[in-house]
């Protein structure tokens, strides 16, 4: 079992930053990739982004790209995602999950570990 925290959130203005955090534990072994993921009130949830175990090839969606870095520190177990130029329409909760079923990294429905989620507002 993997277990997965998030810390990082807040609220910020538009243009400003954050930087999440997702701590891993437990059984990793086997993860092929991480993601961020989020979900607006009344909206489905979303990939943001997805990094692939070993390649650390990263993957992101069309909304963030060029605003938004995911990031690992393999020694420490634990995921980042820098958000830079923050719009409204970024607020959510952002949840950091872990995918050992493969398929597309940026689909939620490939994972079967999340975290309990974290707030990310942002006021125009």
């Known amino acids: 079992q993997v277990q997965l925290v998030e810390s990082g959130g807040g609220s910020v203005q538009a243009g400003g930053s954050l930087r999440l955090s997702c701590s891993a534990s437990?059984?990793?072994?086997?993860?092929?990739?991480m993601g961020w993921f989020r979900q607006a009130p009344g909206k489905s949830r979303q990939g943001v982004a997805a990094?692939?175990?070993?390649?650390?090839?990263?993957y992101y969606a069309d909304s963030v790209k060029g605003r938004f870095t995911i990031s690992r520190d393999d020694a420490e177990n634990t995921l980042y995602l820098q958000m830079n130029s923050l719009k409204p329409e970024d607020t959510a909760m952002y949840y950091c999950?872990?995918?050992?079923?493969?398929?597309?990294?940026?689909?939620?429905?490939?994972?079967?570990?999340w975290g309990q989620g974290t707030q990310v507002t942002v006021s125009s």
């Open positions: 999950a872990a995918n050992s079923r493969g398929g597309n990294c940026l689909n939620p429905r490939n994972y079967n570990h």
């Open positions: 437990g059984y990793t072994y086997g993860t092929i990739c």
């Open positions: 990094i692939v175990s070993g390649s650390g090839v990263t």
